[in-house]
Every structure is written in C-alpha cells, then in structure tokens.
C-alpha cells in the first residue's frame, strides 16, 4: 500500500501531445497498460472520464467488454479509483456548454452523459464524482445572463444529487473551478466561487470542490489560500497536483515544475491539515516528450511531493522555526482576537495603535529560513 | 433627486495622486469642498472612510466640530452617505494585517477602530457599512496559517455585526474582495471567496459584496460574471465602478477608461436587475491632472454611466438585437432543463450529440451589433 | 479597388474550431471557396501557409494542380495575396523547435521547407513573407541556452534572405513576435526583442516585423507602444489584427471584438502614419459558430476597421479635439527639447520644477472626449 | 575582496516601507549607516539616485558636505558605486514623462537635472549610469504619439552621451525597461524595446541594458530569456535581482523569494557568460518588517545568490546531468545549421519529418534532475 494516495488520470499518462498549433506527438495509450505501468511506479490509483475508457459511440457489448477489461487490470494490480468524471467538453454539441448552454437539448442530453458516467463511476467503485465545466461559459458576454446560467448549474448539480441518492451510490461530488480555457470566461472560475456556489445547492453536504494548481494560478491566485479555504470550509474532495505559470494558457505541467516555495506551502498545508483524499496528477508531458518521457514525468510528480512532504515535516522540526515563527507571532493568529469583551475596551485599545506600529513581524527571516531548507542548505 | 445614485469616495475626489514612485501632485481637498462640488455636479452622494473625515488622533471635541460641519455641508446640500467604512490600511499598526494581524492587539484595536468608526457611519446615516481588507493578506505564504485568517476575519465580522445589532443601528455590511496589493496576497481574493466567507457568517443575512471593477479585474476575471454572481445570491449591497487593465497595479482609472464592451455588459447587467444601491465611483483622476482634472474625471465617470444605460436600453429595444438573441437561444437558458424527467430519458437524449452539434450560436453576429451600438453606429 | 487592403488568411475563415479540449465544430474549407466568398465580402486579399494550401505529403504534380487552380481562383477574382509563410510548428517534428530544435537535422528541414514555402510564395506573387516562430522556445528552460538559441534564429533568417536575394525574388520578410503558447516561453517574445534581433541580421533592412494585437496584448503591452516603436524604426511590413484579453490563451477573436479604446488608438495611429501593408485579420470565429458565423465573423472584423478609421478621422476633425490636444501640449512633444544649448542653460533649467509641477496635463478631458466619440454620443 | 560584486541601492536598505495605502513603517536611514552596515555583511559595493544622497533643494555648500561625507564613508569602507542615476520621477514636475513629458520645459528641466546627477556620480566614481524612465509613458494613449515620445527619449540619451564623452568622464549607460508602473504604459516595455532603441543612438557602444527581475516578470516573460538576448548582443552592462510574481504590482522581494526555477537559470546563466558587472539588488525588505528586518533581507539576498551558484556549478558537474544535456541535444544547439549546404541538399531534407518526430528530447528528465538538485535531494 502507497504510503501516498498519489493518482493519474488515464488522460494524463495518455496524452497525446496535441495542442491548437500541433498535431499529436505520442501514439494514443491503451489504459490497461497505463494501469500497469502506474502500479508498477508506485501510484495508488487513475482516475477517468468516460471517454478515456469508452469511445463515444461504443455498443453496449463494446462498453461492457472494455469496462470488464479495465476492472480486471485494476484488481490484479491493485489500483484505486480515485474519482470518476464526465467529458462534457470533447464533443462539439457542447461547444455552447453542456449543462449551461443555451441549447435546452443540449442541456438535456449532458444530464444524461453525466448520469451515464455515474453509472460507470460507481461500476469502478470511484466514491468521488468530479465536475468540471470547461465550457460553462461564455466568449461573447451578451449571449447568456450570467444567473440564468448559473441557475442551469445548480439545477444539473440539484438533479445528478437527487440521481446519486436515488440509486443508492456511496458518492460525493466535487466541483473543479477554473476561470478560462477553453472559454473566454468560465463560469465557477476559482475555488471562492464553487465554494458558494456548493452553498446554495439542495443538497450542499455531498458536495466539495476540487481544486487544480493551474486553475487558481492561472488568475494569479495564491493556491495556499484557496485550498485554506477550501479545508477551512470542510470542503477539500479532491485536489489535482501540476505546474503553472501565472497569465498563460493552461500548461499542466510536472508537479513541482514551477514554483516550487508555493508547492512547499501547498504540501505543508495538506499534510498538516490531514488531508486524505487523492493527492491526483492532472498534468501531462511535455510536449517534445515521446513515450519514455511520459514516465519521467510520472516520476517527476510522486518524488517532488514524496520530498516537499519530507522538507515540510523536517522544516517544522527545527528550532530556528519554531523560533521564527514565534517571533513572527505565528501561532498566536490561532487564538481568538476578542473573549467577552466590552465595546468600550475595544474602542479604547484601538488607541495604542502607535505604539503597536512599532514591532516587526520577521517574516524576512522566516521566509529565508524557508528557502534555505527548500534549498536542502540549511 | 438624481436620476441614479452616483456617489465618490471623499478619497477619491481628494486624491492628492501620490504613488509608490513619486510625490502629491494635488493639493488635500476640505471634504465640505467637495461635497458642495459633487451636489452641483449632480452626485447622489458620498462615501467615506473614518480618516478621510476625522484625522487619526483627532480629539473628541475635534472631532465632534468636523462631523458638525460635515453634516451641515450634507444637509445643505442634499446629498446622501451611500457607505462608509474604516481605514483598517493606512496606520503602520496594520502592516501585518488588521483582523487578521499575527498581533492579537493589533486585531483587538482593529475591532476597536471599526467601531468607532461604525459610529460615525451612523451618525452620518450610512445604511451601510464596506469593509476592505486590504491588509488582510500575506507576501511571504508561511507566516500565516489561512485557516487561521478565516478564523479571525469571521471573529471580526461577527463581533461587529453584533456590535451594530445591539447598538440598534438600521446598517448592513458589504465585503469588498482583492486579489493582491497593497499585500501579495490577499484574504478573500475574489467575489467568490467573499461570497463563500458570508455563508459562514453568525448574520449571513446582514452581509453582501461590494464588488470593484478594478479588483476582479486584476485577477483577470469577468467582472459580469462576478456581479452576476452576487445578484443570484442576492448579495450585491453595493458596487465599486472604476476602469482597470489586467494583471497591472491597481489602477483605479475614471469609469469606462478601459474596457468598454465590458462596461456596457456591466450596466445593462446592473439595469435589467433593478439594482438600486449606490453607483460608487471609486477611482481618481490621472495623477498628471491638477485640481481641474479632478471634476473632469468625475463628470466622465458619471457620463458614460448615463451613456451605457441609454445604450443598453436602446440595444435591447432593437429588433435585430432581439432576433440575434433568439438565434443565439439566450432566453431559453432561463427555462429549467428537467421537468421530472426520468433518468432513463435524459439518457436516451444524450444519443442525440451528433445531431445537436449542428447548429451555429450566432454569437459573432450577436456580439458585432453590440460592438455597432456601442459605436454608435448602429 | 477596395479602399482598405483587408486580408485572411486561409487558416482564419477556414478555421474548424479545434481546441485543445474539444474536437471540431466546422468542416474543412476548400480555399477556392474561401477566396470567392473572401472576394465577396470586399476583401482585398489572402495570406497562407504552405500546408494550408497544399497539404504535406502531396505530390509535386498534386501540388501544381492545387496551387493552378488556386492562381486561377485569385486571378478571377482579383484577390491579392497579402503575405506567405511557412508551417513550421504543426507537424511533430517540430515538437522542440524549427529554426532552434536541439536537433540539427529539424533545423536543416526547417530551413528546406522554408526555402519550398518560399517558392510556392513568390509564385503567387508574395512580396512579403512572414516567419512567426511559435515552436522556437522551451518549457523547460534549461533544455537551451538561450544565446545559442537566438544564433540559430539568426542563422536560418540570414541563410533564408540570401536564398530570396539569390533567386531574385521581389520579398521582404516579417517576423511575427509571441510570448507564450504553444511554448512555455518563445524566443523574440515581444516586438522590441524582433525589431532588436533584426538589427543584428546581415540583410536588416530587407526585414520587418509583423506585429499581431494578440501577441503583445497576451503580454500586456500596449500594441499602440509596440506598433509605433515599429512604424518609428519604418519596421512596420505587415500587421496582424484580432481581439485578446491579457494574461490568457491565444484567443483570436473577432478584430475589435475587445479593448474598442486600443482598437481605435491603433487604427487612427495605422491610418494618420500612411501604413500602406496589408490590414490582415488574424483572428476565427468562436468555436460555437458554425460554417454561417464565420462571414459574421469576416464582415464584422471589417466593419469595425472601417467604423474605428471613420471615428479616427472624425476626432481630429473636432475643434474641442485640437483643444484639448493643445491643453495637453500633445503636438509639443514633436518638438526636439535641446537645441544646442549648453549644459549649464540646460543645469539651470532644472531649478524650475517646482514652477513645472504645477500644470495639468488635462488627461482625464481628452480622454474622456475620446470616450464620448468612440460612443458615438459626441 | 567580496568574490561577488553584490550591490544595494541608498534606497533599497533605506526603504521606509510606503506603499500606496500606507504610511511608512520604517524611519528614514542615514545613507553612511547603509554604508557601513552593507560593509560589514560582505557587499561590494552601493548605488543611489542623486536625490538618495543629496536632497532636492540643497544648497551647494549643503551638497558638497553631504558628498564629502559619504566619500569618505565609502573610501574607509572599501565600498564601491556600482551606479549611479538620476530621480526623474519623485518630483510632480514629472507626473507626464521626464525625457518624454509633453511640456518641452519639463524635458529640458530633466536633461539638466540628469546632467547634474551624472556630475556627482562622476565624482563617487561610477563607471555605469542607469537610466529608469518610469514617469516616461501613458494612461491616456491618446494623449502621446509614440514615435514622437521615442523620438524626444532618442534625443535625450544622445545629448546626454554627448555631455558625456565632452566632460570626458569614462562612464557607460544602460536602460532598465518596465512595461507599467507607475504609468498605464511605459515606452521600453522590455529589454527587447530597449536593446533596439540602443541601436538606434548616437552611441550605441556606449550604452547597454539593466534589465530587473521584477520588470520583465511582471509582464509575464521569460528574464533568462531576456537576459540571454542581452547578452547574446553584449549588452548586459548591469542588472537588478529581486523577487516578483507575474501580473502583479511592482513588489522588489529579495532574490530568491519567488521562483527559484528561474533564479537559477537565471545564476547559471550570468555565471557561464562570466558576467562580470555588479549584481544589484534592488529589492526591499517586506513592508511589515522593522529596522532589524532590513538587514536580514539584505542577508538573504546575497545568501541565496551564493547558494545558487553554487548549486550551478553543482548541477553541471554531475554525469546525470551531462547525459540528460546530451539526450536533450542541448549542445547541438551551439553548432551551425547549415555549412554551405545548397538549397537542394535542404529542401530534400525537410522530407525527413516523418522520420525526424520518433525521437524525445528528454526535457522531462532533465528538468526533474534541476529540480532535485534545486531542492538539495540529488
């Protein structure tokens, strides 16, 4: 047994090297072999689309024979299912959304997918269904209002629930956030919006978000914080693990690839928090890569966590840590700021505010002790 | 009584345009100056923040003298205080944050200036009352555990919401969300994450947004799709216009400078759903403009509000526009995509993708009239 | 005649609406077909890719019955061809680079395919070629030392200017500058870095540079800053027109379809410095159009042209325009600052700044006023 | 002797901490203090602007007293002037440009103000000049036509060239880019725009480019990139480190807080060039630091240069390392594409594509390797 829950999902190790310029670099990957392959490197489970599995437009008989094929792989080596999902983006009936596009069938028939992939989703045993909606959104801000389509959103989240529930699935939802790319403007764009959204849903306990390095980075948002808030709210389901540089098109690089003291952050976080969920790679090879690299990258992502996690744990063992973060007062963001007090006591304390102004917090000392050990100098 | 409920920041027309790199420009403005100019300009009313009134260190009576005055320049004048909030940003106290400062005191006279400053909102009549937390944030990610900020900020919104219930005063709050600076990364970075924060709030009834052009913006997100957002929970108490350019400093240009497709979607927004809270222009004049400049500026802001809103009733009046929404089926998002179907019907309806992939969205032809009216052209 | 040389190219009006995550929308387009409906709507020319006409792999009697018909289609209907280029990112080969792959033998291809994509250009009459370098970059930045790198670079221009110069051909080239995508990070990023690199060429003066809005906005450049450090070094061969919004994936949109401000400032700055190229709409229709969106798409990016160049001539028509002009001492920056005067004038001069600090530069009037005619309501 | 040239700006460790929502957090430092403490940590020299030394409005006898003060700091110390230049950008005089203000009084204002700073650092001993034209760009891109503003920019460095070699000071210059910040939009975005502006001078051999971390980031480019290219064309005579996320405010972390990816290549890289200018860090210590924080950023700054260059020479003496640069044909780059070949030899060539896509270039492996030695594991 892994000692970490690490994932891939069957489009990560099976990419292809397509991207809008080019056409594909590396052969389409049978996703036994990727199963294979993963165990053999120490993974704990895949994750899958529908359609990574099933071709679009398999006979029953196909599906079956398939699905049949993939469960055997995973029993023999042992693998997990760390969440199932529905390709809602791939076809071109969804090119004006799936469950928010204007199309009423449309709508409709994506309903339909998505309970179709549950279906499989619970045949694999995955106890996590992830949403992500990469074509909730829009190019041309006039052709939806915005609550019209996030009233959509609710209802297909509302409906999918209901169907879970109804056919007794051990299943929890996680919505993935994202702010653009494939659209101009995706709807949900970051975890603070999915956080809320999960607020007003009928059933808003089954539901958590799931968020990707990438997304968040991609609108320049601190990824630390948005998982806090996540973890803060009980909500973290699911995570996806890459590398991204801020302002750019949606790279899903090696994790760790870039920016490394926010991935540190990031690990800490996690594993300080208790989190026990997938620690998922949603990330491919560079495109330059043929099919060895694909499993350098593999590699690449379980060693970079393996050794933050380390670095994290090591970090917070050392005294000249516990002693910057005192001096930063650190800890004491723990304790609550007001116990009882009366207004007057309150307003009268604000006056000591020159005097507070004073003190220094030593986060340049603690930031460079954290480099340091980052490094491996210190 | 002005047609809409304009309304500048005391800080905002009084910007003596100093920035990280240079000195004032503008000389300080008396606040009673610039209530009797906005009033003939044809402002609704004003906002203000505790500081840019009554000068940190003022005495009691002080004070008292200048909230007097004040009120007499409001009276005579008829404007109204369409928010007002405290400067929890500008004291060198709060460099490590307010309610979230590392320094438990630091938090406690933070909690204790706000209600003060509360105070003083209500003596002046404001029904409602923004907080900014502009400090609230991190630059180096270590210092602070996020789970703890949220902790604190909640405690802090908390206390204060029944600080105002027990106080008796008819006021509710508005969070203002930013992404980034004057910290390199701040708490509640977005519409969303703020949106998610009052859910979690003892008075989540009492709470809204007040989301700002040129925050949302930084981030690169849609600005419609936030305020969007916030009309569908029922949470937009208020609303920061400005122009700003992605992924720059906070820029805080006069209204409609940037970004003017943008602008429209955002009034004819704001116009379709009734919003009637404050028009608040928070934003300054170029900092190479003299006190001149400064009343350029606002009556700019102001015209092209008033521009947008003739526009978009007038887009919304034409025929063309109404056939190119119906072929772009925009209406028809609104309708509910289940009505008690079966699952078994929603799956069979997904076979339909190939055929429903067919149709165009008229979106190029849809968003090209906007364009011409928006040129006028059309 | 038409009055604007507005070009497509094949690629652009034949674009199938692939996208990373999703498959095509639209069929392929016959480029006869794109030349006759291009000839229609009022354009005045094409551009293309080698294999955007012939397709890779063609043989060379395929390919002179493609390219005789395609002669014929610009002959009838008097279509120029406002620019070739080459393919040298789609095909995997290219996967590290064309002029700069790690891989000589991809560099010496690179180069022979230039040399063919060139002739297939002079033989439709090109008298521009452009070279944009979309795989000439990294995404794991150790993989090249960027000094040899931009050797190579310089290398296959100077080895490819004198195959033009030796075969007598009538061309000029253009390089076409990108920051990012489909590479991490692309070699000549910005129009500065291109119009730099061509300094350093041993023909510098048969080469220019062909600024697109996506690229530089992708950035968060100022295109008007860009073009007009171009059309100062007379670098200015071709352009590239479409819409972006900073800091995301190549969108390509409709030209005007963002930023209307920028649009017109580019458009009266083309127009007021006689830029005589071609006016080339590098942009496709959302990938939710089908094959009808597309000439909304074309006429749209035309119209929009016409309507800014309209507007352009109109602003300066204005006598509140020339005043406010004046107001910010606009024309007075044509005026050299120094005419021989000694250091010590020059020394003495410098005591005067506060006296300087005090005007406005009336900023905020004359933009607003831009504002008011970009809207039509002045 | 310091084995590396570290530098720090008069205004970098006498950063008072002001920011535009805040007041200064640090007390003003007295410019001999800076001096002697940055001796005592191991720097090797300083910089300043004129107005870091001498305050604006001093008289001569004020000035020459000031001056004759820090010499001999500086001579006791062993200190040296890495630059000198001149602040054209603090005074309101500057709010529209300095070079490129609109008002030709204010231009001539800051040539003779320039003239008078490059006095005194002929005096300290400076052998390199900067030039920063933060104030020299736009909000209102109506308001400047570019070419004019390049044309006054030209003219200013060429007159201050010809002060220069008339005075006969042995003094190089060399432009620092910023695409934003304090203007909307800066003229010499990048260090592309400037290293083309350089060969358009009077002089071009006397004048190079300082390019810094934070600038280029900001807009999202590759600095290794930049920095290569500036080297590539001999005109890296200066450059400032420090930390900075992408699309954000202009932050000035220490060295090493963000991306540490970057950092080392960028290390690496200034190593391999046997860069032998001054290393410049002109960066500040985080706003919520007090004195005693200012000295541990400068600590950090230099500590982390030491560690990664360390780790470069590291990295590339290890065997793994050399086979992954040969597997990823990396020194292939360095050799010449084409020896003479004719245009036949290449054009047959380019029919090997097919053949030439099979292999990978390693990139994942070899990044992974950077990775893990960056992180001190390998």
């Known amino acids: 047994m892994p000692e970490y829950r690490f994932t891939f999902g069957l489009w990560t190790v099976g990419n292809p090297g397509r991207d809008p310029f080019g056409a594909p670099t590396r052969e389409p990957v049978d996703p036994v072999d990727s199963v294979n392959k993963l165990a053999e490197l120490g993974a704990w489970g895949i994750s899958l689309h529908d359609e990574d599995l099933v071709p679009w437009g398999s006979s029953a008989a196909e599906r079956d024979r398939i ?130 959204f999960i607020s007003t849903l009928q059933r808003p306990d089954m539901v958590g978000v799931n968020p990707e390095v990438a997304h968040e980075t991609m609108a320049g948002l601190s990824f630390q914080h948005g998982v806090g808030q996540a973890l803060w709210a009980g909500k973290l389901f699911h995570i996806d693990l890459n590398g991204q540089r801020i302002g750019r098109y949606d790279q899903d690089f090696r994790f760790g690839a870039e920016d490394l003291k926010e991935a540190f952050l990031l690990v800490r976080l996690l594993e300080r928090a208790g989190y026990e969920g997938p620690l998922h790679f949603d990330a491919h090879a560079y495109r330059n890569e043929n099919a060895d690299g694909v499993w350098d990258f593999a590699v690449g992502c379980m060693n970079t966590y393996r050794a933050l996690a380390e670095k994290a744990a090591y970090f917070d063992s050392l005294p000249a840590v516990q002693e910057a973060l005192a001096a930063a007062s650190t800890n004491e963001l723990a304790m609550s700021s007001v116990d009882g007090d009366s207004p007057e006591t309150l307003k009268a304390e604000s006056e000591a505010l020159d005097e507070l102004a004073a003190r220094g917090y030593f986060n340049e000392a603690l930031d460079q002790i954290l480099v340091e050990v980052l490094l491996g100098v210190r």
Chains 1, 2, 3, 4 share one sequence.
């Open 67 to 196: 699905v049949a094929r993939f469960k055997a792989a995973l029993e023999s080596t042992g693998l997990g299912v760390g969440m199932a999902t529905t390709n809602l983006f791939g076809h071109p009936a969804f090119k004006d959304g799936a469950f928010t596009s204007n199309d009423r069938r449309v709508r409709r028939a994506a309903i339909g997918k998505a309970m179709r992939s549950i279906d499989l989703g619970a045949e694999l045993g995955a106890s996590l269904y992830v949403f992500w909606g990469g074509r909730e959104g829009t190019e041309a801000g006039i052709a939806k209002d915005p609550r019209d389509a996030l009233e959509r959103y609710r209802e297909a989240i509302d409906v999918l629930g209901d169907y879970v529930a109804d056919q007794g699935y051990d299943m929890r939802f996680a919505i993935e956030p994202k702010p653009n790319e494939p659209r101009g403007d995706i709807f949900l764009p970051t975890v603070g919006h999915a956080l809320h």
